[in-house]
């Protein structure tokens, strides 16, 4: 169990693919965990992309796997969460009730992974596909009305998998959180109240929502929108994950997050574990998100760069400021 401010680290700041059949890589990763683990880490919210359709089972044994090196190394007490994301193959929104159950399949897996890696939140962008825009037969993006009216139906079609996930996660003690993600990464759901317009047909509990501080300075419509959204989150008993993370998704130290105005509605009504989210401009990043900084170099990995911070110290230096502002609201 996690205390209320345990904070975790996603491992976004060194890469996508986990690869956790591949025991060199399991060494580099179980490497990071421990030097993050020395300055306050709890835990980490591990990526875990799709591969091919067919090898689901595969992909359970091998993230057990992976648990059981990072026990091995001496950290059977830290956490973990996964971060999971659609696509177009394995997509829940569609119109195809072959495809729809292919999606269903997907994020059951995704949820085995998640209680093989002894986690019990599963988030992030799970149901329109990531980063895929809609478009017109003849190749034009849908935006606006129209847009709205190509997701109104996706929607209705995305609801009973949803619930039919929720009941798994449920047996698994897995709790599903939805990413609302701006618009400048994906279509929808774009804001908190697109979530909880989504789940007012869901029954199930385990289904619930993800904030994110950079995609609420982004994409949401105001404070008090957002005091009243997550008050109502938090009333339906779906307040299932906290992410905070810069609005350009790079250092935390310094950044344009709100903090007070962010943390505030939150930590009364939440006692989840808190992940500092930072995209480093890693090659998988660079294209979706547009980034145009320089990469924070992995000690080990890279050779350093004057003038550029490590990735370590980018970690110690947004644990510290997150724990400064904790206490600045009274927290432990």
Known sequence: MVSARDVYLSLFMFTVDLRPDDEECTKVIVGHLKELRKLGYAGFDMPVFPTGAGSFRQDVRSYAKLREAVD?????????????????TFDPTSAFAEQRQLGLEYLKSRVDITAALRGTIMAG??????NVFPVTDLGEQLWS?????????????????????????????????????????????????????????VKSRHVGVCVDSAHLVLGNVGPEAYRRDVAEIARQDRLHYVQVSAPDRGEVRDSW????????????????PLLIEVFNAIPAFLNSLHLTRRKFWVPGEDKPVS????????????????RQELSELGEK
Request: overall charge negative; aromatic content about 12%.
């Open 145 to 201: 009305d129209a847009l709205q009216g190509w997701l109104e139906p996706r929607y209705r079609y995305a609801r009973p998998v949803l619930e039919e996930l929720g009941e798994y996660a449920e047996s698994k003690n897995v709790r599903v959180a939805i990413e609302a993600v701006d618009h400048w990464e994906t279509p929808a759901p774009n804001m908190l109240s697109d979530v909880l317009g989504f789940l007012g047909e």
């Open 72 to 88: 091995k190394a001496g950290l059977q007490d830290v956490g973990f969460t996964t971060n999971v994301a659609t696509t177009r």
């Open 257 to 272: 997050i709100p903090w007070a105005e962010f943390l505030a509605p939150l930590l009364p009504r939440y006692d989840g």
């Open 307 to 322: 003038l550029v911070p490590n990735a370590y110290e980018v970690a110690r230096d947004a644990i510290d400021t997150l």
């Open 125 to 130: 962008p799970i149901l329109f596909p990531y």
